[in-house]
């Protein structure tokens, strides 16, 4: 029945197949083969820590918190796990509220559709990611994508478009996830502050425990925490977790509460995930120095390809073609790296690459025989 569509997918080289990896620390273990992960997002080295794991034994009451929630969280669900995790993060992020996503994609997909109307516009950079776009398209609003990282088109779209909606939405990632390069969050915070009814909505899921003093992002970085009005962020990326969250005022968790179909009908996560994350996250502030191997690893990288921009500790090694993003891929993994292609739709057409992901545990000595093997397969 697909098998016509499967042969296109097949034949732009866009084909998709689950990879059978055994993990390994920072090693990735396939068709027999071990390899350094340089794809993961376990950007501060924690996933595979086995001294937290012995610590979260002491820490987690099993039996308090249970393996499943069973229910959403507006019925038996809500677990006093996760009106403590909230209130930590509110905290932290010195703002009203938090609320509890299963994951960034039901964060993302939700919010926007649940907080705007017919009357609102959505301004959202030309590269946001997956999720927000699907969100995007469920909402009632009209949208305008402007092109990336662009400011002065975005402050003109703004003065153009901002009196006729009720509601303007400036959405943006702080760190890029294809591109791995960093918004300037001050100027989008001086173009909110002109006019009255814009909303800014920032993703943080490759930045939150990765920039900022306390690991709380770029808007922690660029001192604009308060001024975020919908904070989301991820556990399951830097922070070794599961789920995502989202700080923002008291009136808008209300707001996501009662609207955002992806909270309301879902079943929450499971509480010994939720402890978890807080374990996880109460640690954050004090993984100052893990920080800092990660921007020295960054700050290598870059001496070592002066060519090429190296904005975050992502960055993308482009090819073009993705067939032949394939075919370096598989090379590198000869070679003994664990390097993916990212491909169309993921990227725009003709921008296949080899998306690279530095961690806090890798190092240079690790790292250096990597570049040299890149520079290598580019030529």
Known sequence: MFHSRLQK???????????????????????????????????????????LREEFKEYVHPEKETFSASSARLLTGNYSIYNELEAYL?????????????????????ILPALTSPSSLIL??????????????????????????DCEQLERLLRENASKHDLVFVVTESIFSMDGDVCDLQQLVSMK????????????????????????????????????????????????????????????????????????FTTALPPVNVCWSKFIMEKIPFMTEKRRQLRLLQQYVSEQLPGKKIH??????????????????????KMGYYALPVRPPTVPEGTARIRISLTAGLTREEIKPFLEALQTVEN
């Open 9 to 51: 997918i097949k034949q732009k080289g866009a084909f998709r197949e689950l990879p059978i990896i055994e993990h390994q620390g920072k090693y990735i273990i396939r068709d027999g083969k071990t390899m350094l992960n340089v794809s993961s997002n376990d950007y501060l080295g924690l996933a595979g820590s086995d001294s």
């Open 193 to 264: 502050k002109k006019f009255p009814n814009v909303v800014l909505y920032v993703d943080e899921a490759h930045a939150v425990g990765v920039r900022g003093n306390a690991g709380r992002g770029v808007c922690e970085e660029q001192q604009v925490l308060r001024e975020i009005d919908i904070l989301v962020g991820t556990f399951g990326k830097a922070l070794a977790s599961v789920g995502a969250f989202a700080v923002t005022s008291r009136e808008l968790k209300e707001m996501m509460i009662n609207s955002v179909r992806s909270f309301i």
């Open 312 to 333: 975050s500790h992502i960055f993308p090694f482009l090819i073009g073609d993705s067939e032949k993003s394939i075919v370096i891929s598989e090379q590198l993994k």
């Open 90 to 110: 509110a905290g932290f992020y010195e703002r009203e509220e938090a609320l509890l996503f299963n994951s960034g994609y039901h964060a993302n997909v939700g």
């Open 124 to 149: 959202a950079d030309k590269l946001v990611h997956a999720s927000i776009i699907d969100g995007i398209s469920l909402s009632r609003a009209k949208t305008i994508r402007y092109r990336h990282n």
